[in-house]
């Protein structure tokens, strides 16, 4: 895997890649278009943060380079890489059950706060890991 030298980019399969947790400086790309929808990233080796239409969608700290990133009503999938271990917050349903797998080994359940955060560490000291939020119910 790479970083993603245009900080954001839509990928063949519809899915978005972003991030770069290689830089020092912060740098950030705004209204990003893709399908009708505006993406904001901010990103650099401490943070990289990911909003559609205004809104959160995801945050990982310290930065960290995002691939193929989906996300619908029934959770998210992705691949994120780092040169340290990352914590990773999603807003998702507001106060909704989730099962969490990082690759492929469902690491548990967790529900989302009143606002639709859900937090959890990833490993990134092996390299890339590829995570599923799912709903449950």
């Known amino acids: ?31 990003f278009e893709v399908n009708g929808d505006l993406y904001n990233v901010k990103t650099f080796s401490e943070i990289t943060k990911l909003e559609k239409n205004g809104k959160m969608v995801l945050e990982a700290v310290p930065g960290a380079t995002v691939h193929n990133f989906v996300m619908d009503e029934k959770g998210s999938k992705f691949t994120v890489e780092g040169a340290e271990d990352a914590q990773i917050t999603l807003e998702l349903d507001p106060e909704t059950e989730y099962k ?32 599923a939020i799912e709903k449950i119910g």
Request: net charge negative.
């Open 1 to 31: 895997m790479a970083v993603i030298e245009e900080l954001i980019r839509q990928e063949d399969n519809g899915t978005i890649s972003f991030g770069n947790h290689l830089m020092d400086e912060k740098k950030k790309v705004l209204d």
């Open 100 to 131: 969490i797998l990082i690759d492929d080994v469902n690491v548990g359940k967790m529900k989302s706060n009143l606002a639709g955060k859900v937090t959890f560490s990833v490993e990134l000291q092996k390299g890339a890991s590829t995570v």
